[in-house]
Nanobody, 125 residues
Framework: QVQLVESGGGLVQAGGSLRLSCAAS????????MGWFRQAPGKEREFVAA????????YYADSVKGRFTISRDNAKNTVYLQMNSLKPEDTAVYYC??????????????????WGQGTQVTVSS
Protein backbone atom coordinates (compact mmCIF):
# COMPACT_ATOMS: atom_id res chain seq x y z
CA GLN A 1 0.00 0.00 0.00
CA VAL A 2 1.13 3.59 -0.60
CA GLN A 3 0.15 6.80 1.13
CA LEU A 4 -0.03 9.98 -0.92
CA VAL A 5 0.14 13.53 0.43
CA GLU A 6 -0.35 16.54 -1.83
CA SER A 7 0.92 20.03 -1.15
CA GLY A 8 1.44 23.31 -2.96
CA GLY A 9 -2.10 24.41 -3.59
CA GLY A 10 -3.29 27.95 -2.93
CA LEU A 11 -4.76 31.13 -4.32
CA VAL A 12 -3.20 32.68 -7.41
CA GLN A 13 -4.21 35.29 -9.95
CA ALA A 14 -4.99 34.35 -13.52
CA GLY A 15 -1.79 34.00 -15.51
CA GLY A 16 0.17 32.94 -12.47
CA SER A 17 1.88 29.66 -11.61
CA LEU A 18 1.81 27.01 -8.92
CA ARG A 19 3.70 23.79 -8.41
CA LEU A 20 1.94 20.90 -6.75
CA SER A 21 3.85 18.10 -5.09
CA CYS A 22 2.72 14.64 -4.10
CA ALA A 23 4.90 12.71 -1.67
CA ALA A 24 4.49 8.96 -1.54
CA SER A 25 5.38 6.55 1.21
CA UNK A 26 5.11 2.81 1.42
CA UNK A 27 5.94 0.44 -1.39
CA UNK A 28 8.45 1.15 -4.14
CA UNK A 29 7.45 4.40 -5.79
CA UNK A 30 8.87 3.47 -9.19
CA UNK A 31 6.32 0.67 -9.48
CA UNK A 32 3.49 3.17 -9.74
CA UNK A 33 2.11 5.05 -12.70
CA MET A 34 1.22 8.44 -11.23
CA GLY A 35 -1.59 10.75 -12.20
CA TRP A 36 -3.16 14.06 -11.33
CA PHE A 37 -6.91 14.60 -11.39
CA ARG A 38 -9.05 17.55 -10.39
CA GLN A 39 -12.61 18.12 -9.29
CA ALA A 40 -14.41 21.44 -9.40
CA PRO A 41 -17.59 22.08 -7.39
CA GLY A 42 -20.57 20.36 -8.96
CA LYS A 43 -18.44 18.58 -11.54
CA GLU A 44 -17.05 15.12 -11.92
CA ARG A 45 -13.42 14.32 -11.21
CA GLU A 46 -11.41 14.75 -14.40
CA PHE A 47 -8.02 13.62 -15.67
CA VAL A 48 -5.29 16.26 -15.77
CA ALA A 49 -1.99 14.49 -16.40
CA ALA A 50 -0.16 11.20 -15.93
CA UNK A 51 3.39 9.93 -16.05
CA UNK A 52 4.82 6.50 -16.65
CA UNK A 53 6.73 4.58 -14.01
CA UNK A 54 10.12 5.60 -15.39
CA UNK A 55 9.03 9.14 -16.12
CA UNK A 56 9.80 8.68 -19.79
CA UNK A 57 6.23 9.19 -20.99
CA UNK A 58 3.74 11.86 -20.06
CA TYR A 59 0.10 12.42 -20.93
CA TYR A 60 -2.12 15.48 -20.63
CA ALA A 61 -5.71 16.52 -20.92
CA ASP A 62 -6.25 18.83 -23.88
CA SER A 63 -7.36 21.59 -21.52
CA VAL A 64 -3.94 21.79 -19.84
CA LYS A 65 -1.60 20.76 -22.63
CA GLY A 66 1.14 23.34 -23.11
CA ARG A 67 0.48 24.93 -19.70
CA PHE A 68 0.99 22.10 -17.20
CA THR A 69 3.97 19.77 -16.83
CA ILE A 70 4.02 16.55 -14.86
CA SER A 71 7.32 15.13 -13.63
CA ARG A 72 8.58 12.70 -11.04
CA ASP A 73 11.65 12.07 -8.94
CA ASN A 74 11.75 8.40 -8.04
CA ALA A 75 14.67 8.97 -5.67
CA LYS A 76 12.50 11.36 -3.66
CA ASN A 77 9.25 9.39 -4.04
CA THR A 78 7.58 12.53 -5.35
CA VAL A 79 5.53 13.53 -8.36
CA TYR A 80 5.05 17.16 -9.37
CA LEU A 81 2.59 19.19 -11.39
CA GLN A 82 3.94 22.51 -12.60
CA MET A 83 1.00 24.72 -13.56
CA ASN A 84 1.64 27.86 -15.62
CA SER A 85 -0.67 30.39 -17.25
CA LEU A 86 -3.40 29.46 -14.83
CA LYS A 87 -7.00 30.28 -15.69
CA PRO A 88 -10.05 30.67 -13.44
CA GLU A 89 -11.42 27.44 -14.95
CA ASP A 90 -8.44 25.59 -13.44
CA THR A 91 -9.94 26.19 -10.01
CA ALA A 92 -10.53 22.81 -8.36
CA VAL A 93 -9.33 20.37 -5.77
CA TYR A 94 -6.35 18.56 -7.26
CA TYR A 95 -5.74 14.93 -6.40
CA CYS A 96 -2.68 12.77 -6.81
CA UNK A 97 -3.26 9.11 -7.69
CA UNK A 98 -1.16 5.96 -8.01
CA UNK A 99 -1.66 2.91 -10.20
CA UNK A 100 0.38 -0.07 -8.99
CA UNK A 101 2.33 -1.73 -11.80
CA UNK A 102 0.26 0.08 -14.40
CA UNK A 103 1.42 -0.78 -17.90
CA UNK A 104 0.39 2.56 -19.37
CA UNK A 105 -0.72 5.83 -17.87
CA UNK A 106 -4.44 5.80 -17.23
CA UNK A 107 -6.90 8.51 -18.16
CA UNK A 108 -9.74 7.37 -15.92
CA UNK A 109 -10.02 7.49 -12.15
CA UNK A 110 -10.99 3.82 -11.95
CA UNK A 111 -7.56 2.76 -13.17
CA UNK A 112 -5.86 4.13 -10.06
CA UNK A 113 -5.52 2.24 -6.81
CA UNK A 114 -4.56 4.94 -4.31
CA TRP A 115 -5.48 8.58 -3.84
CA GLY A 116 -4.30 11.54 -1.83
CA GLN A 117 -6.56 13.80 0.17
CA GLY A 118 -6.44 16.63 -2.37
CA THR A 119 -5.17 20.20 -2.37
CA GLN A 120 -7.24 23.25 -3.29
CA VAL A 121 -6.18 25.44 -6.21
CA THR A 122 -8.08 28.69 -6.67
CA VAL A 123 -7.40 30.99 -9.61
CA SER A 124 -8.88 34.48 -9.38
CA SER A 125 -9.73 36.53 -12.44
Amino acid sequence: QVQLVESGGGLVQAGGSLRLSCAASGRTFSRYVMGWFRQAPGKEREFVAAISRSGGSTYYADSVKGRFTISRDNAKNTVYLQMNSLKPEDTAVYYCAADYLGAVAGYTAGEYDYWGQGTQVTVSS
